[in-house]
T-cell receptor
Framework: DTAVSQTPKYLVTQMGNDKSIKCEQN?????MYWYKQDSKKFLKIMFS???????INETVPNRFSPKSPDKAHLNLHINSLELGDSAVYFC?????????????FGEGSRLTVL | SQKIEQNSEALNIQEGKTATLTCNYT??????LQWYRQDPGRGPVFLLL?????KEKRKERLKVTFDTTLKQSLFHITASQPADSATYLC???????????FGAGTRLTVKP
């Protein structure tokens, strides 16, 4: 079983559309994250959720909204997509919210906005 | 400003040699630092963690050092193999483990 799974793996869409990426973890972790990796391979945190509460909300446009229906899921909704949103989005989870927990990443969702 | 810099974008070495990757940071005081491996088209995979009160950590052919005075971590792969070819990322804890900040990575190529 995949520990952190995200769907879809590839997403191609037009500017202005709204899309979602889903993430599920079966590790029983308390904290989940969304990271964005751009074309230069720089991995940047977007959101961090602990027990369904938003902890970190890095300076991302409010077109991006995380939704956590339960502890095992953290979905990413993106409204009014722009060309600059093209990137690989990684979901991750960690067990230890007090620090030092390793991050378990999904395989990534490559978003291409045309 | 806060920065995490990994010494080079790419590093090429011969099989059997030791690869040394550097991670420098400024204006952070992390409680610990992690190293990850990322293969093309895959998510990063955790390798090692070292805490601020630890000087060195080892795991099989991997060794990590952490100098909080120099604000630097070194990541060594001894007896390198072509299978070690990947991008290696360092990550710093910013907020009690809920906010890990990554460097841009170093792409290591080990040639046979």
């Amino acid at each position: 079983d995949t520990a952190v799974s995200q769907t879809p793996k590839y997403l191609v869409t037009q500017m202005g559309n709204d899309k979602s990426i889903k993430c599920e973890q079966n590790l029983g972790h308390d904290t989940m994250y969304w990271y964005k990796q751009d074309s230069k391979k720089f991995l940047k945190i977007m959101f961090s959720y602990n027990n369904k509460e938003l902890i970190i909300n890095e300076t991302v446009p409010n077109r991006f909204s995380p939704k956590s229906p339960d502890k095992a899921h953290l979905n990413l909704h993106i409204n009014s997509l722009e060309l600059g949103d093209s990137a690989v989005y990684f979901c991750a989870s960690s067990q230890d919210t007090t620090g030092s927990g390793e991050l378990f990443f999904g395989e990534g969702s490559r978003l291409t906005v045309l | 400003s806060q920065k995490i810099e990994q010494n080079s974008e790419a590093l090429n070495i011969q099989e059997g040699k030791t690869a040394t990757l550097t991670c420098n940071y400024t204006n952070y005081s992390p409680a610990y630092l992690q190293w990850y491996r990322q293969d093309p088209g895959r998510g990063p995979v955790f390798l090692l963690l070292i805490r601020e009160n630890e000087k060195e950590k080892r795991k099989e052919r991997l060794k990590v050092t952490f100098d909080t005075t120099l604000k630097q971590s070194l990541f060594h792969i001894t007896a390198s193999q072509p299978a070690d070819s990947a991008t290696y990322l360092c990550a710093l804890d910013i907020h009690l483990g809920n906010d890990m900040r990554f460097g841009a990575g170093t792409r290591l190529t080990v040639k046979p």
